[in-house]
């Protein structure tokens, strides 16, 4: 591929140095490694990327090997958003079950885990927390993500996820600013809008991002959503008045503004994704996620390119690349800085704690288990059961790969458990469920049932004809309790499951 100027070119060294590209596989690509050579400061990980923690450390460590001081950034929010566990559910519970317990100390422990967990494999920079306050419960993509819709619970949330997981030597990436809880469309389909006023905004989106930067948040994510009260043009990603006027001159945060993912339709499907990350860095960004869809050489070259022909233009200033560029190495240089004073301080390991944290090393599921409400007055299993799961398409940020639901966790309880998952175009949901189901007790698990309206549908007509089914709820409660016992979870991760099964038959797993 031709390209525009030598790759000792400073401008195209810090057009790479922005750049968070993702790529496919399970070892570092040759030309990967060949472009953090040449410059490229950051790499993002996906689920695609990772088999276990032993090969995760090895991917890292490759990278190192070219550049001590590269950024790994991967997108482990814990709960229903997984990458580290991706192919069997998290160890801990996401954000909304942490805010259905509002124990901040809580939170700080989970999150400094989950960092010392990501640290250990190599990993310094995580794009979390979400700091979405979820007012809208129907949106699509946020839901369980969210700490709520309490605004001020968001924020004391927020501030203690960031302090857990930088206390670990891991950046947080405070997202999405300024708010996607709002929204009733999925920024990676289609351009949500938040049509509310000025004021609103501030007394609910801002808050928990006020939190955040006061908490030390070593950067925050740009969404891809219009508020025509901040900007009736532009996306925040692509907004001088929302990223430099309100973040940075407003707001006053002096740390790394990232991009979400510009491939996402929002930003590709009106801008192009290399139009799309030249406004962005002229609006005051200072690095580009890209390659959780396109991950090849190609598109870090594309964009590269793309970033160096807007300084030649003018339409880019050298000094705000530069500027960019400058923000990406320093965050670089935080984490080793940090991870250098972890290591040397070297804090005992007490039993059953995890090693230099005093936390306890099983503090997800713990918090999981605080986080389930059980309502009604049925009766607990005590016999092999009959799981139903009622299935939605996933949204894109959570991905369809990874498992989720109480079926596992419940037959090892009570063996002989069985179970199937029944979507939208099952037909007559509710007589496969009893036929399939015959003498045992049913156990309906649901994700986000007021969402929908055949969810509804089908536990109407189990709840009819078998009095004594269970219903689990694994997304957001809204609709009001019913069966004979009813467990909320407040997320679908793996220990989530696992607590609804202990609390469904009063057995530890």
Known sequence: MTTLVSTTDTVTRDALAVLQPGFTGTTAP???????????????????????????????????????????????????????????????????????????????????ELGRRLAECGVNLNWAPSADVNSNPGNPVIGVRSFGADTRLAARHTAAYIEGLQAAGVAACTKHFPGHGDTAVDSHLAMPRIDVDLDTLHARELVPFRAAIAAGSKSVMSAHILLPALDPDRPATLSPQILTGLLRQELGYDGLIVTDAVEMDAIAGAYGIERGSVLALAAGADAICVGGGLADEETVLRLRDALVAA???????????????????????????????????????????????????????????????????????????????????????????????????????????????????????????????GERRIVAVVRDEHRHAWMGAALDALLAARPDTVVVEMGLPQSPPRGALHVATHGAARVCGQAAAEALTGTKS
């Open 311 to 437: 300084v030649r233009s003018g339409e880019l200033t050298e000094e705000r690349l530069a500027d960019a560029a400058a923000r990406v190495r320093a965050l670089a240089s935080w984490t080793q800085r940090v991870r250098g004073d972890i290591r040397e301080s070297g804090a005992a390991v007490q039993e059953g704690t995890a090693p230099g944290t005093g936390v306890s090393s099983d503090i997800g599921l713990t918090a999981a288990r605080r986080a389930v409400l059980v309502t009604g007055s049925g009766d607990r299993l005590t016999e092999a059961a009959y799981v139903a799961s009622f299935g939605a398409e996933a949204n894109i940020a959570v991905g369809d790969e990874t498992p989720w639901g109480i079926a596992v966790e419940l037959e090892r309880i009570l063996p002989g458990t069985g179970t199937d998952t029944y979507t939208a175009g099952t037909t007559a949901v509710a007589d496969a469920v009893l036929a399939a189901a």
């Open 30 to 112: 040759d030309w990967l490694l060949r472009r953090v050579g040449e410059g490229l400061a950051s790499v993002g990980l996906f689920g695609r990327n990772i088999t276990s923690p032993e090969q995760l450390t090895a991917l890292t460590a490759r990278l190192r090997a070219e550049r001590d001081d590269v950024l790994v950034a991967i997108d482990e929010e814990g709960g229903d958003v997984t990458r580290l566990e991706v192919t069997h559910g998290s160890s801990f519970p996401g954000n909304f079950a942490l805010g259905s317990v509002d124990d901040v100390h809580l939170t700080r422990a989970v999150a400094q």
